[in-house]
């Protein structure tokens, strides 16, 4: 009986992609009201700074300039495009494995940010983030089940030049994963050479727009209600060779955003929305993550907040309304203000990441390995992370309730034989489908065994498995075009 309990399982108990949706802290009256209030902001208020060439083409789709010279939306025409808006669309990775559809309500979290700071394997103190660790970050990643996709978790402070920094992040991302990634372009002119260092990868022209791996992160819209030149370029060219767009509005509570939750809601969901035309006024139905990312500063000081349970409750609600609306949803969690492995750390990341994972969040971005409010990133973090996950994917996934489950022959067998359920092999196979049971990160040992083994931290036990991993998962998914990339790009990664 211990043989067959101490045998791994064979299931994934709380695999990624369950369906979330069961947490809705908005009623539909909530939501209606809120949407309307959108509508009014971009009919009445609309667009600032709009770039002329984005103009001509609303204009041309029926939006109008007001007296104040910006660029507004008539309540129809929004309508109109959010429903011939993207409702789905698969994000490839390189390895169809790691496919993920992305819409409806199933849940995947990845990750996300753009620390400067990373936390140190040996020293335990933060240093500046450099290009090797951000490589390091990705196959750590592409080792984790939970972690569905990979994004830039840090910034690589080491490269100056902005066309080599998004060149050799990209390269990063391309050789330590198979999985879906995303990347930044910091403006228009590096979209081209990244996608064409892509095809290269993947063995001639035109190989990423029939499997498109990699998605754009754009921030399109300067809060409030502002749109961005550099990234309205980006988003063109990223149109133009295919690159899924990941639109993030990341305003702040009661700095660039109304401090009520329902007033930042309806403001942030007008300026996703104006994010979703600016995309479809050119290409109608073009892949995008609906990415409404409320995030919260401490009116006290400021300072930006990465945790609570008012950026829990936002990203939430966010997500909910963006999957009312039948448009994937991104969202953001995790965030820890926390400067350390600790249980502030614990606390502020399983509420967020449950709360938005409950909401059926398509995208939970930021998930994974961030910390000190989005200043520093730690390897260790991701680790514990990715276990973490696997608690709220099993949380997400709920309780099936049918005859196998509710055990009725199972009962009857224990009463009138052993009486117990200890082996059974109703027993056996919910001890693979039901349960999830964890690695040696999370300690379930009684106190003497575990004064006896060292009495080591959740902190220690990860640092020590994150060193293991790192030293032996070294992939390189450049493979035999490597040198082709190397002679044809400023490639710094040794």
């Not at 490269?159 to 228009?188: C, M, R």
């Not at 290269?200 to 791996?213: D, I, S, Y």
């Not at 963006?322 to 969690?333: E, K, M």
Request: hydrophobic share 40%; proline share 5%.
């Amino acid at each position: 009986m211990h043989a067959k309990r101490a045998v791994a399982p064979e299931i994934n108990p709380c695999p990624p992609g369950v369906t979330g949706g069961s947490y809705k802290p908005l009623t539909e009256s909530d939501i209606k009201q809120i949407y309307a209030s959108a509508l009014k902001i971009l009919s009445e208020l609309g667009m600032g700074e709009s770039p002329q060439v984005l103009i001509d083409q609303a204009i041309s789709k029926g939006a109008s300039l007001n007296n104040d010279g910006r660029l507004c939306f008539p309540a129809a025409m929004v309508e109109d495009i959010i429903a011939g808006a993207s409702r789905s669309f698969t994000l490839p990775g390189r390895d169809p494995k790691h496919d993920i559809e992305v819409g409806g309500d199933s849940v995947y979290f990845g990750t996300g940010g753009a620390a400067v700071q990373t936390l140190d394997l040996d020293t335990h103190g933060y240093r500046a983030a450099t290009l090797k660790d951000l490589y390091d970050f990705t196959r750590l990643a592409d080792n984790l089940t939970n972690i569905s996709w990979f994004t830039r978790c840090c910034v690589a402070t080491d490269v100056a030049d902005i066309t080599e920094l998004d060149i050799n992040t990209a390269y990063a991302l391309l050789k330590g994963t198979t999985k879906p990634v995303g990347t930044s372009f910091t403006i228009g002119s590096t979209v081209d050479p990244i996608i064409d260092m892509f095809d290269a990868a993947l063995g001639g022209a035109g190989k990423f727009q029939k499997r498109p791996f990699c998605k754009a992160h754009i921030s399109p819209v300067i809060s409030p209600l502002r749109y961005g030149e550099d990234a309205f370029e980006v988003t063109l060219a990223c149109i133009n060779r295919g690159v899924p767009l990941n639109n993030i509005i990341a305003a702040q509570s009661g700095a660039t955003s109304p401090a009520t939750i329902a007033g930042m809601l309806s403001c942030t969901l007008a300026e996703t929305l104006a994010a979703l035309v600016m995309v479809n006024v050119f290409a109608p139905g073009y892949p995008m993550i609906f990415s409404n990312w409320p995030f919260v500063i401490d009116l006290r000081t400021g300072s930006f907040c990465g945790s609570g349970g008012e950026i829990t409750l936002l990203n939430a609600a966010s997500a909910q309304i963006s999957n009312w609306l039948g448009l994937p949803s991104g969202a953001a969690s995790s965030m820890s203000d926390s400067k350390a492995v600790d249980a502030q750390m614990g606390l502020e990341k399983a509420m967020s990441s449950l709360g938005v994972g409950l909401a059926g969040c398509n995208m939970v971005y930021e998930s994974s390995g961030m910390m000190a409010s989005l200043l520093g990133a730690s390897f260790e973090a991701m680790l514990i992370d990715d276990e973490m996950l696997s608690q709220v994917y099993r949380t997400i996934r709920g309780i099936e309730v049918n005859e196998e489950t509710l055990g009725f022959e199972a009962i009857k067998d224990a009463i009138s034989g052993e009486g117990h359920f200890l082996g059974s092999p109703h027993t056996m196979d919910a001890m693979q489908r039901d349960y999830f049971w964890p690695s040696t990160l999370t300690d379930r040992q009684q106190p003497a065994a575990w004064e006896e083994s060292g009495k080591e931290d959740m902190w220690k036990r990860a640092n020590v498995k994150v060193k293991e991993i790192l030293a032996t998962h070294k992939p390189d998914y450049t493979g035999p075009n490597d040198s082709k990339i190397r002679n044809s790009y400023p490639i710094l990664l040794p």
